[in-house]
């Protein structure tokens, strides 16, 4: 999937939002210093804050390849040897639950944020 489709599949998955308010969105966050990664399909924002990274999913995956792409992405970030965390707010109970069981072991869940160890994520 091209990178506007990720955008516009999200977009109609979450309601909260349409895929042109989205993808502006996208485009802000990549105009204040976001970079932006995509793996398979799913889309990283992310900002590098004081030795941890603030990150934001937008994500098109079927949720199996979901966790795989989280993976990924925590495992580049930890490659890097730059990066000690990684945070992201976290509001809906079924990606909680969905990441509480397949990242137990590097993922942490306080509220409406989750924050990912990376060094035990390589």
Known sequence: ???EEI???HAEK????DGAELLKLVNEHKENNFTSLQINDT???YEPLDGEVLFHLINAAPMKEFVANIKEFLKVLA???EYDSAIT????DKIKSLVKRYLKKVVKIEGD????NLEGST
């Open 89 to 92: 707010p976290i509001s809906s």
């Open 1 to 3: 999937m091209t990178f």
């Open 79 to 81: 490659d890097t040897k």
């Open 43 to 45: 889309i990283f924002l």
């Open 7 to 9: 955008v516009e599949r």
């Open 14 to 17: 979450n309601e909260d939002i």
């Open 113 to 116: 944020w989750l924050t990912a």
